[in-house]
């Protein structure tokens, strides 16, 4: 370091960070030959030193913050994506739509779990129309004590669609087994709820057995809300 004619009195230093530390450097002068290189005062020294520390305090405590918000940021980013595919997984792309009556038909078995997992994952029909077009006949045979089918529509995600079961026509729907532990049990578990209505008619159940040991069951609907 080299000076020329310097004057060096006490000094107040503001350090990075908005800290305000008195470094008292006796008043002292120096009158250098240009070129010639002296020293630099143990106060200036002691700032240089504890400026350089809390500059990497600084970089550290940004680092860490950095650091969290990025693993905030990805968690939520999981979350949200997981969330997401919970719901598109299940679509109703499997059932026949017919454009002209605005109707998606069910004319099986597979047809109503298709129902059952789509208002499962979150998605509650609101104005849509499911028609029956033919008796259904569960071919499933589930283990004892076990199910062959999953009620439509829970408390957190009620049916709130329309579905008519086409036993104008002459059809029914037999075979269903439910064995649950859980409440809200039989053709649709809960319809219509949070202010949102359900349609449900013209539906015969027949040869099927539904059972909870939480005792709420019903051969339609078990929970209806409106």
Known sequence: MYFANLNIQNVNYTLLGGGKTNYPIPARSMSLAEGVSAPLPQGIFLFRKNLKKNNNKMKDTTQKTATFLRQLALTLIVALLVAAQTAWAQDLSKLTYDVESETYS???????????????AGNNCE??????????????EPSPGESNFTAIGTSAHPFCGTFDGGNTNGYSIKGIVINAS?????????????????TIRNVTIEDSEINSTAGSVGGTARAIFN
């Open 106 to 120: 069910i004319s099986s078995e597979q047809d109503l779990k298709t129902l059952s997992a789509y208002v499962e």
């Open 127 to 140: 104005g849509l129309t499911f028609q029956v077009t033919t008796s259904i006949q569960f071919t499933t």
């Open 182 to 198: 859980t409440d809200y049990q039989g053709l649709f578990g809960c319809v219509g709820k949070y202010g949102k209505y359900a």
